[in-house]
């Protein structure tokens, strides 16, 4: 399974390389990676999010994922400013790309490998731990406080709390979420075809959401990595010990636990790329932490799978 997961990350840098080989410029395949990206998030992903709400119950494990993805999140934010900030006082390191650093040291990239992931992994459970993760814990904090040290650091210098509550109430999937549980809670029966159909496309959508993973890998300078060493340890070794700290702390184990490791060690998300963009902090920075948190991502991954979980 780790293999068919990592073959399609591959597969999407492949058809980056080709891309580029053949004449398309960068700009023309972030393009196209870009309108693949939207179709998935608002026109697939919402009806996948309404079949796990409508057949998989809310239970305590739920809502403790949530309790342990909202601490460690937030820890990775604070440990990250606290050793950049530091860093900063003794190196001419720009404000930009410190705001990209604690960004992507804590923000992982839970719905487009996290999510494949789990599903393969632990099937229509796992799907339901991997969107609680995302979407009640990830994605507020994603609009919330990754926002707030993107314009702290940014050329944006306000930060407007409103803007981004309507922002995460407009967003399709969490409504997805919200229509399965009303429908599952009055006890509306559905057609088995729809739940059989949905079921499906899901098992394609995780596929595609690898692809669109690959499309965004870039190349980077290596005389950098000493600066993003400490923000890419954050990310993906510290992050999941952080998680399995809090997880035993609250009592989740077995899959709910292994959900939140897993979820907390994803490579840095590809939002950043466009929170860099649109905020003014260094996109240069975020697209060299996404790629090398997905490298190391998937060593993790591998052995995780082949020494703890097997």
Known sequence: MFLDILSFIIIGLLLRILFTFIGVTPEKIDFIRDRINYFVFYYIIPFVCFKTAYTMPFSLSHLKISIVAN????????????IYKKIAQSKNIKTEVIGVLIMCS????VLYIGLPILTNLYGTEGMSYAFTYDFLASTPLTWTVAVAVCMKYGSAKSFNLKNSLKTIIKIPPIWGL???FIFRELNITLPEEFIYTTTKISIYMTYLMLLIVGLSIKALQPQRITLLLPAIFIKIVLSPLLALFFGSIIGLSGMPLNVCIIEAATPSMILSM?????????????????FLTTIFFCLIVFLLFYFIFS
């Open 178 to 180: 919200i229509f399965g």
């Open 274 to 290: 466009i929170f860099a963009t649109t905020f003014g902090v260094d996109l240069r920075t975020a697209i060299e932490m996404i």
């Open 106 to 109: 804590a923000f992982g990239n």
């Open 71 to 82: 601490l460690t999140i937030l820890s990775c934010v604070t440990i990250s400013w606290f």
